[in-house]
């Protein structure tokens, strides 16, 4: 592949063949979360009509190949050629029409099978969980979205749907749901994601809790767990430290007899497999979730 030819291929569909999609549409612009840094409000702009990208984070932009040589870390063009001629489909993406689908693309063909991409290994180590761990509650998930095949770590939920997430990407199939492990017990765990209970089970040295637990994929999932969660005399939350984390806790603890807020325990930090990194929360965001929720009673992880 040549210059000419790699600026051809919309930057839209690199990051899409990578796993990315955009948060916003306005217009020709579509808005992302960096791909070159951490943030929670997209500020990563690609404009369609000049096949353009700017990070209004850092003030850097250019092309496609630009952008290559900083997500993958290459130090020059021709590296950049080689990856894009070795890693975007055989076939062109066709290009994203996003007036008239949802930009949450299908999930389709999906097959689990037990992890050994060395990627997606990387990637589990990168967050200091175990390997043998991630393999007990986890699984390889290969997938299609538009006619493009992926693959991500996969956890199950209760009604057979898995949580996606590999480096560049997290998602989910259908379809939504909480995932339950009852074991029981008259205590309940309540996670916000999976990484957060692989997180917990590492800290504490464990395969396996002494108590139920509940992930639920989501806040929104909240719902569903209720009467889960409700149901036990004791129930210990792990959730992220932010405004949905602390209105989540404080509907719990309306609902339960008796709730120990554990995210006091990594205030310093997001979520719990970020302190678990040692992954300090982002000085521009850490104004908006200083507040905590309602302690109420704590236990020391």
């Not at 404009?47 to 209004?56: E, I, K, L, S, T």
Request: hydrophobic content about 35%; charged content about 20%.
């Amino acid at each position: 592949m040549n210059a000419k030819q790699a600026k051809n291929i919309m930057i839209a569909d690199y990051l899409h063949a990578m796993g990315i999609n955009p948060q916003k549409v306005q217009g020709d612009d579509l808005w992302y979360c960096s791909p070159l840094r951490e943030e929670r409000t997209p500020s990563f702009k690609v404009n369609n009509r000049f096949n353009a990208w700017y990070d209004h984070g850092t003030g850097q932009g250019g092309n496609i190949i630009d952008l290559v040589m900083k997500m993958q870390q290459l130090s020059s063009v021709s590296e950049a050629l080689q990856f894009l001629g070795g890693n975007m489909p055989a076939k062109q993406i066709v290009s994203f029409s996003f007036q008239q689908q949802n930009i949450c693309s299908k999930i389709t063909n999906i097959r689990a099978e037990p992890i050994s991409n060395q990627a997606l290994i990387s990637y589990i180590q990168s967050r200091k969980i175990d390997l043998e761990l991630a393999r007990l509650y986890c699984k390889e998930v290969n997938y299609t979205v538009r006619n493009t095949n992926y693959f991500s770590i996969g956890f199950e939920n209760d009604s057979q749907g898995y949580e996606l997430s590999n480096q560049y990407f997290k998602g989910s199939s259908s379809p939504k749901d909480i995932t339950t492990y009852k074991n029981g017990k008259d205590s309940c765990l309540v996670f916000e994601g999976f990484w957060d209970m692989l997180s917990y089970f590492t800290i504490k040295g464990i395969n396996q809790p002494g108590h139920d637990v509940v992930v639920l994929n989501s806040v929104l999932n909240l719902p569903k767990a209720v009467s889960f969660i409700a149901a036990h005399d004791k129930v210990y939350t792990f959730l992220d430290n932010d405004l949905a984390g602390e209105r989540t806790t404080n509907v719990l603890m309306g609902i339960c007899k008796s709730l120990l807020n554990q995210s006091v325990h990594y205030s310093n930090f997001k979520d719990l497999n970020d302190y678990l990194c040692g992954k300090t929360k982002d000085p521009a965001t850490s104004k908006e979730i200083r507040k905590q929720p309602k302690k109420g009673n704590t236990h020391k992880l």
